[in-house]
T-cell receptor, first 115, second 112 residues
């Protein structure tokens, strides 16, 4: 099976712009989660989508949003970019949702740099 | 809230040495526990998991046992190789609004 894919792999944006990142989960996986990884804060949970519905959301401002399509592909959007949004954004897919012991499989990430 | 604590390192070992990376957690209930590994420039790879107390997860020579009494999930390997050099993350999943809760990661360096 193909793994989780994320596009683009690298992105450079300017403060104030918005950005959309894409994630294609493993075939058959219905849950997609997004995480932000920074040197200072480590790995932080952004949100989880299951069957096109946002099921869980981490402690991030409303500038961070996402959606999931009927084929389980997911996008996340960050509006009004700030310098602190520079990070590696990781997408993970799993068969089921959180708390049920399902393994989450991660993509290679999108490296976002905000200048 | 939930939290995971692990040594950050770097931890430097010689090839064929015994490896232990400590991980302790704070969570209510009975979370599932995971170890992930991240190689430079890549995403996270699931290394092993355990879903209930006394479960032992194992993969590629790595092992970890879910210890409820000490709230720990220490990672061990009997003989490390240079190719094991990476950052290792301990994580828990209790469900709810937090997704996976990760430790800060342990940078492991194996010298030939």
């Amino acid at each position: 099976k193909a793994g989780v894919t994320q596009t683009p792999r690298y992105l450079i944006k300017t403060r104030g712009q918005q950005v959309t990142l894409s994630c294609s989960p493993i075939s058959g996986h219905r849950s997609v989660s997004w995480y932000q990884q920074t040197p200072g804060q480590g790995l932080q949970f952004l949100f989880e989508y299951f069957s096109e519905t946002q099921r869980n959301k981490g402690n991030f401002p409303g500038r961070f949003s996402g959606r999931q399509f009927s084929n389980s592909r997911s996008e996340m959007n960050v509006s009004t970019l700030e310098l602190g949004d520079s990070a590696l954004y990781l997408c993970a897919s799993s068969l089921g949702g959180g708390g049920q012991g399902y393994e989450q499989y991660f993509g290679p990430g999108t490296r976002l740099t905000v200048t | 809230g939930d939290s995971v604590t692990q040594m950050e390192g770097p931890v430097t070992l010689s090839e064929e040495a015994f490896l232990t990376i400590n991980c302790t957690y704070t969570a209510t209930g009975y979370p599932s526990l995971f170890w992930y590994v991240q190689y430079p420039g890549e995403g996270l790879q699931l290394l092993l998991k355990a879903t209930k107390a006394d479960d032992k997860g194992s993969n590629k020579g790595f092992e970890a046992t879910y210890r409820k009494e000490t709230t720990s999930f220490h990672l061990e390997k009997g003989s490390v190789q240079v190719s094991d050099s990476a950052v290792y993350f301990c994580a828990l999943d209790r469900g709810g609004a937090d997704g996976l809760t990760f430790g800060k990661g342990t940078h492991l360096i194996i010298q030939p």
